[in-house]
């Protein structure tokens, strides 16, 4: 069985022609997108807990009931309870424009610069930063998996 090679796999090399300068951009546009990622999960975080708090004021409402409050229970059952999070739209609404809008578009956008620039390749900038960091010939450091291509 013949040796592993050390260095990354052919879809984590820069492409012949590729400038630092190039690689650094899509570097910093995939870095853009993975915030947003981040601030997508926030969002489907704040869609869970807003739908979870409603779903808990109907405790709320029954007990306020239970103890003698009608007023209050009356108040948050047709105030609150099964209200808008923002004009004219719950939390499932506000995810789906995020998705379908800005999140969709960004992804377009991330994947349009990699195809026109690099075939399509991801995380060239951090493949490059792990050869330059890491320590040829020991474990913990290989450029792949072991056995892996």
């Known amino acids: ?32 997108l993975e915030c947003v990622e981040r601030a997508r999960g926030h969002l489907y975080s704040l869609h869970q807990l807003i739908g979870h708090a409603d779903l808990m004021l109907d405790d709320a409402v029954e007990q306020f009931r239970a103890a003698g409050h009608q007023h209050l229970a009356e108040r948050i059952d ?21 998705d379908d809008g800005y999140h969709a578009l960004f992804r377009e956008v991330d994947q349009q610069a ?15 930063m792990k050869e330059r960091r890491r320590s040829r010939g020991r474990p913990g450091h290989e450029a792949r998996p072991v056995g892996g291509g």
């Open 78 to 98: 047709t105030e609150l309870r099964g209200r808008n999070v923002i004009a004219g739209r719950w939390t499932f609404q506000i995810v789906e424009d995020f």
């Open 1 to 32: 069985m013949g040796q592993q090679a050390d260095g990354p796999d052919e879809q984590h090399q820069r492409p012949p022609g590729v400038s630092d300068e190039t690689v650094a951009a899509l570097g910093k546009l995939s870095e853009a």
């Open 114 to 128: 990699r195809d026109e620039l690099v075939g399509g390749r991801r995380h060239l900038y951090e493949a490059e």
